[in-house]
Structures are given as C-alpha cells and as structure tokens.
C-alpha cells in the first residue's frame, strides 16, 4: 500500500521534493524563494480587515511551520498536518486531546518505551485513564477489549524494537464499526513505506526526528488526520493548551529531510536487507526480526500493507551479554546510540544501553536481554556487512 499511485495528482517523490508547492508558494513571495524561508520571528505586524496578516504570532501560526504542516499532510495523503517538539509531544497531545480523564485506551502492547511510560504512568496514574494493552497481531484481541467506553485505539506498527506489525485495515474497522478513533504511530515505515489514513486510521503519528528528518540533527514530531473535528483538538492542543509546536529552524531541517526521503527510504532498505540475510544465516544469531524476510511471521501483512519494508530491523544474539557487549564495542560503522532513521548506521541494546526498556511493565516485558536493535543507515551494504561480520564473536 503506498501513495505511489494514480490516488494523488502528483507522485510521492514530486510532493516530497515539493517543486509545485515551492512555486505557487514562490508566487506570494516578491524574492520567489525556491527554498521556503526561514521565519524566525516571534511576532508580525497586526492589521485587520484586506491587510490581516495569516500569522500574528508564532506559537499559534509560523509559515515556516505552516508550510511543513501542509508538506507532512500532503505526504500521508491527509487533509491536516501539525508539528510538534517532539515526537513524544506529538503522542501526548494527541491521547490527552482524545481521552477524557477516567477514560479508556486500548493500545497494542509492543510499543515503545516511552509510549508505554505516557500510558501507564501519566494517562493512567494521574489521569485514572483505563489502559488496556492487548497483543494486536490478533484483531480478534482489539475487538476483544473495545467497548461503549473506549475513547482511543492505538497501535504501533512496525513496533519498536520487536519489529511486530498490526493489521492496520482490520483495526480500522473495528474502530469505525465501533465509533471510536484509531490512531497509528508509523515512524517506523515512514509515510514511504506505509499509509495508515489509506488503510482506515484516523490519525498518523511520526517522530519527525527519525526517517522525516533523517540526519540525526533535530528532535521533532508530526500528527496527520483527515478528521476535522480530531483536528481541532489537536490544533488547540497543541497551539493554546500545551504549547507543543516546533521550532521555525527545526521545521526548515525536517522540510529539508523530506526532500530526499523517497530515495534515502529506498537505500535504507536495500541495506537493511542485506544486513538481515546476513544476520540470519550467521550462527551466533538466534532470531532475525525484519518483515522483509519471509521468515517473518507477517511477512504477508507487510507485503500486503507496506509497499516496502524499511530500514529497522532487530536480531537476537547467542551468547551472553558480556560477549554481547564485546560485539558492540568491535563495530566501527555501526554506531552505538539510543536513536534511529538516520544516514548512519546504529545499534541499541536495550538491556545494556535503555534497562528500564525491559522492566518497566507489561508493554515490553518481552523483550529478550540479548535483543539488538539495528537502524540500517545509507552506507555501502558491503561495509556494513563486513563490518557485522569482523565483530560478531
């Protein structure tokens, strides 16, 4: 499933460069700017009437923010776009704008860690939200545990670092049958790889600071819905209530990311898959957990709901952590840090590097202690190999 088709007037790739936006942009600016400007300023001139100004001031309306927002809806295929501090931010405001307190979440139970901590320890422990995780690989499980009172589904699909993937349209028709918003954090695939609002979702999330981005150079968030009611929330949210919106120069880095997404997701991938055949035919490795293997056990489902696998892939190690961790010390390429989506190449450990990632509750209790997370960069395929190949005990 991808935008890569006769569905919009332009291709992905044209949208993401935005060369028409740029000129009809260009048209309302007397310097005709190919590249949008950067609009630092806090405040604009007031005036009413034929000569209002569209932005007054720039926590409730930047145009450098205004032209990414509209960039990151065009590319999700959605109506509404809205950047935020962080990805966190983004899923903050969009659960606390949708729940009530005292309501009810359902959310797949492989989600990333600070999701699961939101969840748990905010949504649920000062807001008295009912959290109900549920292995949504099963949508028989989803269906399960919606009721009269659910005010969100959420799922995360690919998951992090689990790699798990979610039947996006069969989740979607559970919502929609039972009236309730679905929303879907896609940071994982990218909008490239994966189009959630096609599939039936009601809002898209994005940490902006991984593939959208995609130079490990600016933290940032992103939600997308062709729900006008569901924006208005989150635009309040976001401009009045919490204040979360992103910076003009980090909206400038993540527009300028944008632009060669297309083709750094498709070497992101070539490279992944390269790393994962690999990793799965070495015999210091258990398990290989990339959808694009069809040894994956939703292989199908990937193949039937991305138009592409990623870059994200996670392995577990045969051994013991000390000679887990020698393996992480005897990489060169491949860097050790906590992040992801970036040209570069990195590896996590959770159990080494993040602790509290596999002890912190329900959600991702089943994170094995010798899972390696693997975000595959744009470097030559040869070199990553070898350089796995030199470390790997």
């Known amino acids: 499933m991808t935008r890569n088709d006769s569905s919009h007037e332009n291709g992905f790739a044209t949208i993401a460069v935005g060369a028409a936006e740029t000129a009809r942009r260009s048209e309302e600016r007397p310097t005709s700017d190919v590249v949008p400007p950067v609009h630092l300023s806090s405040t604009f001139r007031w005036a009413d009437g034929d000569d209002?100004?569209?932005?007054?001031?720039?926590?409730?309306?930047?145009?450098?923010?205004?032209?990414?927002?509209?960039?990151?809806?065009?590319?999700?295929?959605?109506?509404?776009?809205?950047?935020?501090?962080?990805?966190?931010?983004?899923?903050?405001?969009?659960?606390?704008?949708?729940?009530?307190p005292g309501g009810h979440v359902v959310s797949s139970d492989s989600v990333y860690g600070g999701?699961?901590?939101l969840l748990t320890e905010h949504v649920a422990g000062h807001l008295g939200v009912d959290v109900e995780f549920v292995d949504a690989r099963d949508p028989d499980n989803v269906a399960a545990a919606v009721d009269s009172d659910t005010d969100l589904i959420w799922a995360e699909t690919p998951t992090n670092p689990l790699v798990r993937l979610c039947d996006v349209r069969s989740m979607a028709d559970i919502a929609r049958d039972r009236?309730?918003?679905?929303?879907?954090?896609?940071?994982?695939?990218?909008?490239?790889?994966?189009?959630?609002?096609?599939?039936?979702?009601?809002?898209?999330?994005?940490?902006?600071?991984?593939?959208?981005?995609?130079?490990?150079?600016?933290?940032?968030?992103?939600?997308?819905?062709?729900?006008?009611?569901v924006f208005e929330k989150l635009a309040f949210a976001q401009r009045i209530g919490l204040g979360n919106v992103l910076s003009p120069f980090d909206c400038y880095l993540v527009a300028r990311g944008i632009k060669t997404l297309p083709a750094r997701m498709e070497h992101h991938q070539e490279n992944a898959m390269a790393v994962a055949r690999l990793l799965e035919d070495h015999d210091r490795v258990a398990r290989?957990?990339?959808?694009?293997?069809?040894?994956?056990?939703?292989?199908?489902?990937?193949?039937e709901q991305m138009s592409g696998y990623g870059g994200m892939l996670s392995f577990e190690f045969d051994?013991?952590?000390?000679?887990?961790?020698?393996?992480?010390?005897?990489?060169?390429?491949?860097?050790?840090?906590?992040?992801?989506?970036?040209?570069?190449?990195?590896v996590?450990?959770?159990?080494?590097?993040?602790?509290?990632?596999?002890?912190?509750?329900?959600?991702?209790?089943?994170?094995?202690?010798?899972?390696?997370?693997v975000s595959t960069g744009i470097e030559d395929a040869d070199d990553l190999r070898e350089d796995l190949r030199t470390a790997l005990p």
Request: hydrophobic fraction near 40%.
């Open 52 to 100: 209002a100004n569209e932005h007054d001031y720039s926590r409730e309306s930047n145009p450098t923010r205004a032209a990414l927002e509209d960039q990151l809806a065009r590319l999700e295929g959605g109506e509404h776009g809205l950047a935020f501090a962080s990805g966190m931010a983004a899923i903050s405001t969009t659960v606390l704008s949708l729940v009530p």
């Open 115 to 117: 999701t699961e901590k």
């Open 179 to 229: 009236g309730v918003p679905f929303g879907v954090d896609s940071t994982f695939a990218s909008p490239y790889f994966q189009a959630p609002l096609e599939l039936g979702a009601d809002v898209v999330v994005h940490s902006t600071t991984k593939y959208l981005n995609g130079h490990s150079d600016s933290i940032g968030g992103a939600v997308v819905t062709d729900d006008d009611a």
């Open 288 to 303: 290989v957990r990339y959808p694009g293997l069809e040894s994956h056990p939703q292989h199908d489902l990937a193949s």
């Open 319 to 346: 051994g013991t952590l000390v000679e887990l961790e020698a393996f992480v010390e005897g990489l060169e390429i491949f860097t050790p840090g906590a992040s992801l989506g970036g040209v570069e190449s990195l």
């Open 348 to 373: 996590e450990v959770p159990s080494l590097m993040l602790p509290d990632e596999i002890s912190h509750g329900s959600a991702t209790a089943e994170i094995p202690e010798t899972l390696v997370r």
